[in-house]
């Protein structure tokens, strides 16, 4: 907990009842009026909702009545005044909160099927939020519940439903139980029973699908299994669809248990059943986590499983990474990798290559890759160019390297061709579980390769790195892609900076002319490279291009 709110803490402790009760009021008269409605509004619904009993006063009668009125007018002139709705929606929750369902029901109903169906203008650009101080949502969730209590057991779900489709446009309530039970003011009554019909009436409206994405009606029948059968009946639910977030749900309510020996197999079952790789892979990497929390002894292997299986750099630094592997054991594992490799990824390849010692082989995918497209999944650029500069000279404090260098140092993420398939694994909401993913830096530091850098190596990635910027700088000027200009010319000063750094001399000031000569025509990458050069730690003289 931080000072300040340690601070209010002892502070509200301090007040009694009725210094807070005069400081509030004194308080909500400075606010605006947008902050003063939320205010009030909350302190009332959580007055309607405490043990004291307090209900607010029902609004007059002939609310209803206005409000059908309000809509007749706003639909006939096809505009309405968001300050007049907002009223009116706080007369439906007012009611709500005084107990009144069927006065809320009549007032809400139509103020957000109206707002649903979009017959009118509020004035929004385009949500209707922008203009209404009322959270609509919660208003959503309000009307839901009167239907709810306003309606017999017998007729509720097909009552529920309707009323759920109708209003969803402006609540999206993908888990209505759960809203309708955030908003209420008591529990809600007859829930077991009408659970059962609930189910019956969603599976009669929903018809599974072998989309790859849940519908809005297939999370609804989840969350009503869930709630009538528990973690059996969603694993039922999620074997019989086959739809991967449902399946996802059925193993994360499983790691939130902690009940990992029935994860395992809910893992290993929803990724035999998946036919995406995106979602294969996570649950492959759900069981090498449960694995792991079972102490049993295949960790490792179930680790180079899920890498084989889904290729990522997230999944092959974790399998590198496993079990504290030696750099023999590092080297070996990645050369092994290479006779049969699962990929043909050139960023995952050139991983692999450098691991492996095979600096020619990786600065071979390095140089041959596209100027353009850097940011295309599987191109080597952003992570073997800046490791590349790791190895030929680290990342001093202040080098311009060194900014290239920096995202290495965390686990990939970030890196373009990395995110695919690579979230984290079914983590528990306490985030205490999950798969360590190290950094590229970590393996390679692990690897001890800069001890297998030959002079003539080192003159070959320093060449490489030139012919990669080189390429990168043709690549983004030729096709006009002006919001590149910087990164390309931060590449071509970091061959500077290496260069001057390895053996003061001209070699440098010779490769950046050229590159000056060839890109004379382009005064943006001109600034740009100029910008970069003034910035390495030994700047080239600029020469006059005739």
Not at 41 to 47: I, K, P, Y
Request: proline share 7%; charged share 20%; hydrophobic share 45%.
């Amino acid at each position: 907990m931080s000072s300040d709110a340690s601070h209010f803490d002892a502070a509200l402790a301090a007040m009694s009842a009725d210094e807070l009760r005069r400081f509030l009021r004194e308080f909500s008269r400075q606010l605006g009026p947008a902050a003063r409605e939320h205010l009030q509004g909350a302190l009332m619904e959580r007055a309607a909702r405490g043990p004291s009993g307090w209900r607010p006063s029902p609004p007059p009668s002939d609310v209803a009545t206005q409000v059908q009125q309000f809509l007749d007018a706003a639909n006939k002139t096809g505009a309405a005044n968001p300050e007049r709705v907002d009223e009116f929606l706080r007369k439906g929750n007012q009611a709500f909160l005084a107990g009144d369902m069927p006065a809320a029901r009549a007032i809400l109903g139509p103020l957000l099927t109206a707002i649903a169906e979009g017959g009118f203008d509020l004035g929004q650009e385009e949500t209707e939020e922008e203009v209404l101080m009322e959270p609509l949502r919660p208003c959503v969730a309000r009307f839901l519940v009167a239907v709810y209590l306003t309606t017999p057991l017998a007729q509720r779900a097909d009552s529920l439903l309707a009323a759920l489709e109708t209003v969803n446009p402006v609540g999206n309530l993908s888990e209505p139980l759960r809203d309708m039970e955030q908003v209420a003011t008591a529990p809600l009554p007859e829930l077991d029973a009408f659970l059962p019909l609930w189910i019956s009436a969603l599976r009669h409206k929903h018809v599974s699908g072998t989309r790859e994405w849940e519908s809005p009606g297939g999370r609804r029948l989840r969350e009503a299994v869930t709630r009538a059968e528990g973690i059996a009946g969603l694993g039922r639910l999620a074997r019989a669809s086959k739809q991967p977030q449902a399946l996802q749900a059925w193993c994360t309510a499983l790691v939130e248990r902690g009940q990992w020996r029935e994860a395992l197999h809910a893992f290993e079952e929803a990724a035999s059943l998946v036919s995406s790789e995106f979602w294969r892979g996570s649950f492959l990497d759900g069981a090498a986590l449960a694995t792991r929390e079972l102490g049993h002894g295949d960790f490792t292997q179930r680790l180079a499983t899920a890498w084989r299986a889904v290729p990522s750099l997230q999944r092959l630094l974790r399998w590198l990474e496993a079990g504290d592997p030696s750099a023999t054991t590092l080297k070996k594992r990645a050369t092994l990798e290479l006779a049969q490799p699962p990929t043909r990824s050139p960023l995952l390849l050139g991983v692999l290559h450098l691991v492996a010692g095979g600096f020619e082989s990786a600065a071979h995918l390095l140089a041959t890759a596209p100027g353009l497209g850097w940011s295309n999944a599987g191109h080597p650029g952003h992570v073997l160019f800046p490791a590349f500069a790791w190895l030929l000279g680290g990342a001093p404090e202040g080098s311009l390297c060194s900014e290239l260098i920096a995202p290495l140092s965390c686990p990939p993420g970030a890196l373009p061709g990395s995110a695919a398939g690579d979230s984290a694994p079914l983590e528990p909401a306490s985030g205490d579980a999950a798969l360590h993913t190290p950094a590229l830096l970590t393996v390679l530091e692990r690897d001890d390769l800069a001890r297998r850098l030959t002079p003539a190596t080192q003159q070959k990635l320093r060449d490489t790195l030139r012919q990669a910027a080189w390429a990168r700088a043709m690549g983004v000027i030729h096709e006009k892609r002006r919001r590149h200009y910087g990164h390309a010319a931060l590449l071509a000063a970091c061959c500077v900076e290496l260069d001057h750094a390895a053996s003061p001399g001209d070699r440098a000031d010779r490769w950046v002319t050229s590159l000056r000569a060839e890109t004379k025509r382009y005064p943006a990458f001109q600034a740009a490279l100029e910008a970069a050069l003034k910035r390495a730690r030994r700047t080239p003289p600029h020469r006059d291009i005739d």
